[in-house]
Every structure is written in C-alpha cells, then in structure tokens.
C-alpha cells in the first residue's frame, strides 16, 4: 500500500482529490496541524506528500522547508500563486512539483503517478548501489553476484561466493570457523576446520595475487578468519 500524506490547512477541500488517489490505490492520510505531519513523517511509512502552502500567515515556504527536512519522500506543493518566484522558492525549498491550484484532478493524478514511479527508480538504484561491497581493488556486486579484482572478473563457486561475501560485508570483523559455517550452511558446526580451511584457501587462489601473503583474506590465529 502506497500512503499519501495531504497537508492542508482545512480537511475540507481534498474530497475530490482523496477519491481519485483511493481509486488509484492509494491510502490518503489528511491532516492541517505541521507538527502532526512532521511526527507522522518519523514513522517513515509515508511516501508521498501533498501540501498546501498558501496558509493565512504567508508562511507556506517555510512550513514546507520543515517538512522537507522530515523526511526525503517526494513533495507536491498546492498554490494559487502562479508568479514564478513562488515557484522558484517552492522548488528550492524542497518541493519535487508545483501545481496551481484549482487544479485538474486528472492532470494531478499523472503527475502523482510520475512522482512516484521516478521515487521508486531512485529507491531501487540507492538499493542496488548498498549492495555493492568494495574492499580497495576487490568488488563484490551482489546485485548480479559478480566478483572483480582490479577490473578482472573472479569466478567462485556457491560456496565461495557466500563466504567472501559474509566476510566482506562486514570487513574487519574476525569471524570464526564455527561462526561462517553455520551461517553459510544454517547448521550446527562440528568439525567444520578442514570445510572452511579448504575454501578459505581456493578464495584467497582467486583473488589474490599472493595468496600466501593474502591482502584480502586474512587469518587471525587462534580466532579465525577476516577481510580487511
């Protein structure tokens, strides 16, 4: 379920609007208070934000500076100022688009249904690129579980795969035989040192280019095994 947070000052004049993003899908939360709309955004189930900004005070901008720095989900801001500085201050206050209002409700819904679909393209790359390990020349892309050493592609088994991979993700951490065992196999570990030691040894004949002075791979004696 995608929520659409709509912050207005009356809960009155977003009946039409409520309807067509119900239709579409969306649950539709309204509220007129800023600080109800900065708490609710901690919860960090919001994906989307509609706001008026023309408020009695002439204070729309900076209200929508605050909600801004609450949170990074896209923002649409609401005005029936159609002068280009309140266009530009919007936008670089923080706003993603800027509809004049009366608006048309299907106009608004495309740009709604735009500002989401560019939100979870963003959302996937920022994924992708956490998946991404990089210990100096050694790269692990797990997206498309691909291992390079210095631009040189790296082929590991399953099995080896998994093991650099644990070590890499959470470089300089020592983990001990036991500790890889049962986290790549899931199972108790019980006698598991002549398995791991075998494995360590065909990763380190693979990327490293000493693999008995390892740069990568290293052994803490009498503790186990870490990258970095």
Known sequence: MKNVLIYNQT???MEVLKIFLAQEGYQVIVMNALQDVVQRLKSNDIHLVIM???F??????ERLKSVRNAERMPIIVLSAN???QMKIAALNAGADDYVLNPYHPLEFMARINSQFRRYTQLSNMCDNIN???RVDDLVIDDVIRKVTVAGREVKLTPIEYKIL???VQDRGRVFSIDQ???SIWNMQAI???NTIAVHIRHIREKIESNPKEPHYLKVVWGTGYKVG
């Open 82 to 84: 159609d002068t280009e």
């Open 11 to 13: 809960t009155t004049n």
């Open 165 to 167: 991979r644990l070590l």
């Open 180 to 182: 890889i065992y049962e």
């Open 52 to 54: 008026d900004i023309d």
């Open 56 to 61: 009695p005070k002439n204070d729309g901008i």
């Open 131 to 133: 998946r991404i390990y």
């Open 191 to 193: 006698g598991a040192d």
